[in-house]
Nanobody, 118 residues
Framework: QVQLVESGGGLVQAGGSLRLSCTTS????????MAWYRQAPGKERELVAT???????EYADSVKGRFTVSRHNTQNTVYLQMNNLKPEDTAMYYC????????????WGQGTQVTVSS
């Protein structure tokens, strides 16, 4: 059974930091590309950051320079370090594991809430 479990969300003041974790089980973690998405109320889910199985990272323009995605293959965990948080970062953050484009495999976590107060 595949599981992706996010943690680390919470309430923080603007300018603060949070570190999200996503621990996986049931997959060969090192073979999966990992991604963080977020969805704010009334908005579509948006891609925040990705890290490929080889460690290549990409970021949405809105978080470049503030967020850092990393992975620890031996711990089957992906992280999202979020610094200088802004109220517009408030959203539910979801972890995603996939093997695009070659395999139609796509797994999601249940999400962790991040709330940034002004």
């Amino acid at each position: 059974q595949v599981q992706l479990v996010e943690s680390g969300g919470g309430l923080v003041q603007a300018g603060g930091s949070l570190r999200l974790s996503c621990t996986t089980s049931g997959i060969t973690f090192s073979m999966f590309h990992m991604a963080w998405y977020r969805q704010a109320p009334g908005k579509e889910r948006e891609l925040v950051a990705t890290i490929s199985s080889g460690g290549i990272t990409e970021y949405a323009d809105s978080v470049k320079g503030r967020f850092t995605v990393s992975r620890h293959n031996t711990q089957n965990t992906v992280y999202l370090q979020m610094n200088n948080l802004k109220p517009e970062d408030t959203a539910m953050y979801y972890c995603n594991a996939n093997r695009r484009p070659y395999y139609p495999v796509n797994y999601w976590g249940q999400g962790t809430q991040v709330t940034v107060s002004s």
